[in-house]
Structure formats: structure tokens, C-alpha cells
């Protein structure tokens, strides 16, 4: 079994549509959806802008994508203001069906335990996804070339809005850049060596 997700004709031109204005090519970027809806599941932004920055400095271009929700748009307007060269920035402004159109073309994605995430690997997009409190191993990618991060706390995955009820995850936020990193370069070497319809699966 796996889960597929067709995003439609008219998504699939609009995003067609985006990429030629932004100069984007088929798996030529790196899609980032940094949010949850629940904030204790997000990276901080300091620590997802020093990792797109070092992307960047690889020379990967980065694509940004949010809901259309104000908390959602801030945390990207906080991410994008620590950035010397801003990435391509489409937050609150594609439909879940583009969303998927989108990421579909993306060499990898990266984010958190979302709907987003979900999305991605229902598009066979490999995906760098990190979680903190929520189980990878019930809520990780399914049957899709991926890399998860995590810290080996022993409190971990407790299901808990943040430590104490502070909607701050320790477990999460303490994950370094650099772990998230290596993660990245493992998965797209990986991926560079199989094509799409012969991916592995990686636990």
C-alpha cells in the first residue's frame, strides 16, 4: 500500500504557472514548511534560519511555504528577517491541492510533524522531517524515501503541548542545526542515486 495524493489539473498549472516566474526547475529547490498549527511542534526560527542560510550557502534555493494564517505567516516574516538572501517566500498563498503540486517538484522538503509533511511524502518527495513530542515511529513519513531527527530523551514522545505546558518543546528545540543538516546532504545523496519510482525506504 501507499498513500497518493493527486493534486488536479489546475493546481498542477498554477504551480507550472509560479515556477516560471520564480525560475524554478524540476527538482531544483528545497521546499520548507517550517510550521504546525501547534507551536509545540516547531523548530525555532532562529535555528531554521541558520539552516537555510548554510543551505544557501551550498547553493540550494530554498522555497518557503506557510498557511494562511497570521501566527503561521509570522514565524516565516521572523525566519525570512534573520536572512541575508531571501529565499522564495510563498506563505499564505497556495491551496493544499498546490501545495502538493508544488512539493511534487521539489528535490527534498523539510519541516515538522504536519499536514504538510504528510503531504510531501504522499507526493513521493523525499522528506527531512523533525519531531519532538508526537511519536515519529505512529506520525513519521509513510513508505517514502525520508530522514526523521530527533533527541534521544527518555521522556520522549510524551504527547505533551511543550514541557510543563509552556507549548515549548525541549526535545524539539534543542535538535542543532548541524544534526538537521547532515540529514539534509545524507537524504539528497541517497536520493541523487535512485530515481523517483525506485526509491528506498528509510526508517
Same mark, same amino acid.
Given at each position: 500500500k501507499k498513500l497518493v495524493l493527486v493534486p488536479g489539473d489546475a493546481a498542477t498549472q498554477r504551480i507550472s504557472q509560479l515556477m516560471s516566474y520564480h525560475q524554478l526547475t524540476p527538482r531544483g529547490f528545497i521546499h520548507i514548511h517550517p510550521a504546525s498549527r501547534w507551536l509545540f511542534k516547531c523548530w525555532p526560527a532562529e535555528k531554521m534560519a541558520q539552516l537555510i542560510t548554510q543551505l544557501q550557502q551550498q547553493g540550494e534555493t530554498i522555497v518557503l511555504t506557510a498557511a494562511p494564517d497570521a501566527t503561521e505567516c509570522a514565524m516565516i516574516d521572523n525566519i525570512t528577517a534573520r536572512l541575508d538572501h531571501k529565499p522564495i517566500d510563498l506563505s499564505g498563498q497556495l491551496s493544499l491541492k498546490e501545495l502538493a503540486a508544488l512539493t511534487a517538484q521539489a528535490k527534498c522538503f523539510i519541516g515538522v510533524d504536519s499536514a504538510p509533511m504528510h503531504i510531501a511524502a504522499a507526493m513521493q518527495t523525499p #522528506?527531512? *522531517? $523533525?519531531?519532538?513530542?508526537?511519536?515519529?515511529? +505512529?506520525?513519521?513519513?509513510?513508505?517514502?524515501? /525520508?530522514? !526523521?531527527? *530527533? $533527541?534521544?530523551?527518555? @521522556?520522549?514522545?510524551?504527547?505533551?503541548?511543550? @514541557?510543563?505546558?509552556?507549548?515549548? &518543546?525541549? @526535545?524539539?528545540?534543542?535538535?542543532?542545526? +548541524?544534526?538537521?543538516? &547532515?540529514?539534509?546532504? !545524507?537524504?539528497?545523496?541517497? &536520493?541523487?542515486? /535512485? !530515481?523517483?519510482?525506485?526509491?528506498?525506504? #528509510?526508517?
Open positions: #522528506v527531512v *522531517t $523533525l519531531f519532538g513530542p508526537s511519536g515519529d515511529l +505512529e506520525w513519521g513519513p509513510w513508505r517514502v524515501n /525520508h530522514r !526523521t531527527v *530527533t $533527541l534521544d530523551y527518555s @521522556c520522549r514522545p510524551c504527547g505533551v503541548d511543550g @514541557c510543563g505546558g509552556s507549548k515549548v &518543546s525541549d @526535545c524539539l528545540v534543542n535538535i542543532p542545526v +548541524e544534526k538537521v543538516k &547532515s540529514a539534509v546532504g !545524507t537524504l539528497l545523496q541517497v &536520493s541523487a542515486q /535512485h !530515481t523517483k519510482s525506485n526509491l528506498p525506504f #528509510v526508517d
